[in-house]
Each structure stands twice: as structure tokens, then as C-alpha cells.
Nanobody, 123 residues
Framework: QVQLVESGGGLVQAGGSLRLSCAAA????????MGWFRQTPGKEREFVAA????????YYADNVKGRFTIFRDYVGSTVYLQMNSLKPEDTAIYYC????????????????WGQGTQVTVSS
């Protein structure tokens, strides 16, 4: 089981930025997709963004498109989520995960979940 570790969360004011990181211990995913999800209490885990195993072809949820950017480093072992123009409704625990198939958005299609990192956006 590959371990994914998220980091970079924190408290930021509305309009600010944060960059989240997801490191895959001992594994580089060259196929499928790496994705970011978020969850708030009492709600289902929500798709945010994903990127192909090759590092290209990102896709986003409509409510973050134009504000968030997903990318991965040259080696391919770390995936990032750059979040700009943050809003209070972006407050959530953010998780990364891997899907063996590119292009999907359901949390049930993804596996190897990390422990999550808290993002709090104050108004």
C-alpha cells in the first residue's frame, strides 16, 4: 500500500493563497491520475482536481477552475495544489489519492488516501 502524505494546509484570509503538497512515499505513479479532494463535516468527499500520471492533462471541479492549479514535480513523486483567491467556502480537509484510471471524479474510484491537511479560510 502506497502511503500518501499531504502538507501545506493552514489558516489564510479570504483572497489569499496556499500551496498543498502530496508526497508519495516509495512510489511514482506514471499511470492513472493523482487527485485532490476535500471534505467538510457532514458532507461527502468532494472532487477538486486531478492530473494524469504523466503530469499533464489536469482537470478541475467547476467551483475551483481558474483559481486552483494542480501540477507535479519533474520527478513525479509529489503533486501540488496551488490555491489562489481562496474563499471561506474552500475551508475543508484536503486529501490526495490515486486512481488507476484517468479522468474520473468519484472518491470511490480513488485509493491510497492520505491523512488530509486542514485548510481554513477566514472572511
Amino acid at each position: 500500500q502506497v502511503q500518501l502524505v499531504e502538507s501545506g494546509g493552514g489558516l489564510v484570509q479570504a483572497g489569499g493563497s496556499l500551496r498543498l503538497s502530496c508526497a508519495a512515499a516509495g512510489r511514482i505513479f506514471r499511470s492513472g491520475a493523482m487527485g485532490w479532494f476535500r471534505q467538510t463535516p457532514g458532507k461527502e468527499r468532494e472532487f477538486v482536481a486531478a492530473i494524469s500520471g504523466s503530469g499533464g492533462m489536469p482537470y478541475y471541479a467547476d467551483n475551483v477552475k481558474g483559481r486552483f492549479t494542480i501540477f507535479r514535480d519533474y520527478v513525479g513523486s509529489t503533486v501540488y495544489l496551488q490555491m489562489n483567491s481562496l474563499k471561506p467556502e474552500d475551508t475543508a480537509i484536503y486529501y490526495c489519492a490515486h486512481d488507476q484510471t484517468y479522468g474520473r471524479r468519484r472518491s470511490t474510484d480513488f485509493g491510497s488516501w492520505g491523512q488530509g491537511t486542514q485548510v481554513t479560510v477566514s472572511s
